[in-house]
């Protein structure tokens, strides 16, 4: 079956930075998918913070982290990553890694409809 486990949250100050990684296993072809990341914080709709596309080099992100969250993808490794930097408190939250259902982001990336499978999520932790 296919699962999906995130890594790298934690605890950090505001300003600093975090690599989260999403490792999936269990895809016929980890490179049909389209990959995505979001977030959940207390008393919040789950939001999309970012999207990338099964090659790799189209991405979206949400308003509140462009410029300052990147995602990529290695392939090879099965292995979708975000890297966070300039953090700020309001990015803490349970961050959540989800495979599409389609090959490519496109403009219903942030749709969590069109995810079909979903990690259980790192808890990363901004303080003041």
């Known amino acids: 079956q296919v699962q999906i486990a995130e890594s790298g949250g934690g605890l950090v100050q505001a300003g600093g930075s975090l690599r989260l990684s999403c490792k999936v296993s269990?895809?016929?072809?980890?490179?049909?998918?389209?990959m995505g990341w979001f977030r959940q914080s207390p008393g919040k709709e789950r939001e999309g913070v970012s999207c990338v596309n099964w090659r790799g080099d189209i991405t979206f992100y949400g308003d509140s982290v462009k410029g300052r969250f990147t995602i990529s993808r290695d392939n090879a490794k099965n292995t979708v990553f975000l890297q966070m930097n300039t953090l700020k408190v309001e990015d803490t939250a349970v961050y959540y890694c989800a495979a599409k259902k389609y090959a490519d982001c496109s403009a219903s990336w942030r749709d969590r409809g069109d995810y079909g499978y979903w990690g259980q999520g790192t808890q990363a932790t901004v303080s003041s």
């Open positions: 269990g895809l016929t072809s980890f490179d049909d998918y389209a």
